[in-house]
């Protein structure tokens, strides 16, 4: 029986627009958000606040911006079913986030991974808000109550901060806020760099062909497969110390959803070489049909400024009433 929407738990689940978006962001968090809407109730949100933690040239910015919402829907959110807006247009994510620092601990943040990993990529701008960027995310997460936030496992330190900093504030105030959990694919849950497969794939990449990217045309989703770092054994199975094949098994197993026996069993006496090609056509067959979509949605800016201007308000209703219980309970002074 389908769940009625009262019954529906909540999925909140954000990205960066801060360039184009990766196969490794699509596999590991967006290729199911389409199947997901009829079983959950969803909240989707450009977290274009995080990006300014890095500096953007802002034409720049605002068109990375505009072509990551056209791409998500292109993924499948649909905006009859599910929430999605920019988190600049919803006031309330700042204004929390501000509340959330002041019960998190210096320690917490300066444990976290990214920040360190951030840190060293930008030594020249190791700015307050790249540090406290846990606590803006814990916002996002806890203004709309959200039960479940799919992401990847490196997200999952940010997960964990999250509760803490719930279960925190509930304790001292009465219950508050719902303490989330994260929701951790369990195949291609960090798809690696094509050049580098003990590195996750992403658009730092210093190599240009460790990331596709969803955009990318067919010639050079294949070019960079045929490209991809294996090893001198030649044989396609999962094993320890086979980085690259492992990782090019995983995004064939996401994509066929064949186990890695049955990709062994497929690739039995066939070398590296089509075993690399047959991943990187079901990649360009995957995207296809995306990449058209997104292509008739970038033309449709009246259409997409109406969508992302109503949801922005919709999202707005509903984390001011989260964020009004919090400044009620922490003591300010309340405007009637």
């Known amino acids: 029986m389908e769940n009625t929407a009262a019954e529906k738990k909540t999925v909140f689940s954000a990205i960066q627009p801060s360039g184009s978006i990766t196969l490794g962001n699509f596999l590991g968090a967006w290729r199911g958000c389409a199947a997901m809407q009829d079983e959950y109730r969803c909240i989707y949100a450009l977290a274009d606040l995080h990006t300014i933690t890095v500096r953007q040239e802002p034409a720049k910015f605002r068109k ?60 020249d701008n190791i700015n307050a808000g790249l540090f406290t960027y846990p606590s803006l995310m814990a916002a996002d997460i806890l203004l709309y109550q959200a039960d479940l936030v799919p992401v990847g496992i490196d997200q999952k330190q940010h997960i964990e901060l999250a509760r803490n900093i719930a279960e925190r504030f509930n304790a001292l105030y009465s219950p508050t806020f719902t303490v989330p959990e994260g929701m951790f694919p369990k195949t291609g849950a960090k798809i690696m760099s094509l050049q580098d497969p003990a590195k996750k794939m992403s658009k730092s990449d210093d190599n240009a062909n460790g990331c596709v990217y969803v955009l990318d045309t067919p010639d050079d989703i294949m070019r960079k497969f045929k490209r991809a770092v294996t090893d001198s054994e030649a044989r396609v199975h999962y094993a320890e110390g086979k980085d690259g094949i492992n990782n090019l098994m995983g995004i064939y197993a996401v994509l066929t959803g064949k186990s890695y026996e049955e990709i062994e069993r497929e690739f039995e006496g066939k070398g590296y070489g089509d075993f690399k090609e047959a991943v990187g056509q079901t990649v360009v067959e995957e995207l296809a049909p995306i990449q058209e979509k997104f292509r008739r949605l970038i033309d449709s800016k009246d259409y997409l400024e109406a969508c992302y201007r109503e949801n922005a308000q919709k999202a707005t209703a509903i984390a001011q009433r989260t964020l009004n219980k919090v400044m009620k309970k922490v003591g300010f002074l309340q405007v009637k």
């Open 64 to 123: 990375n911006t505009l072509e990551a919402y056209a791409l998500l829907l292109a993924f499948g959110i649909d905006v009859e079913k599910s929430l999605f807006f920019i988190q600049s247009q919803v006031p309330a994510h700042a204004q929390l986030a501000w509340v959330l620092n002041c019960y998190t601990q210096f320690g917490e943040l300066s444990r976290m991974t990214q920040f360190k990993d951030k840190s060293a990529k930008h030594a």
